[in-house]
């Protein structure tokens, strides 16, 4: 039985969120999965604090937030399913590469 650490989609049309599961390998998207990891959402949003005054950069400019790609991951039981042997998609495995966790640093104490 080949598990894989996948994204299975969900929310409305033209407003995707993922969650992130572990699945086997042979069933479909949509299917119940074994373990829900974490969730992504993949359309930029503003950050929650932001602050009421405005700031100016330097040369005069206003400073605008930078938006961030939301991710929330059980780093947990992400590293330990790993290292059971469940392969993350090419999708996933960027997504952990991105909150540093791909294979190459799991360290287990």
């Not at 999965?33 to 992504?40: A, D, Q, R, S």
């Not at 059980?74 to 909150?99: C, F, I, M, N």
């Amino acid at each position: 039985m080949v598990l894989r650490i996948r994204l299975a989609r969900f929310g409305t049309k033209r407003k995707p969120v993922y969650n992130i599961v572990l699945a086997q390998a042979k069933s479909a998207r949509g299917k119940k999965p074994i373990e829900v990891l974490g969730t992504y959402n993949p359309i930029p949003q503003l950050p929650l604090a932001t602050p009421d005054t405005p700031e100016f950069l330097p040369h005069g400019e206003k400073f605008v937030p930078k938006k961030f790609k939301d991710i929330q991951l059980d780093s947990l039981r992400t590293k330990y399913w790993l290292g059971v042997g469940a392969q993350p998609t090419e999708p996933v495995a960027k997504l952990l590469h991105l909150v540093s966790l791909d294979r190459m640093c799991l360290c287990f104490s």
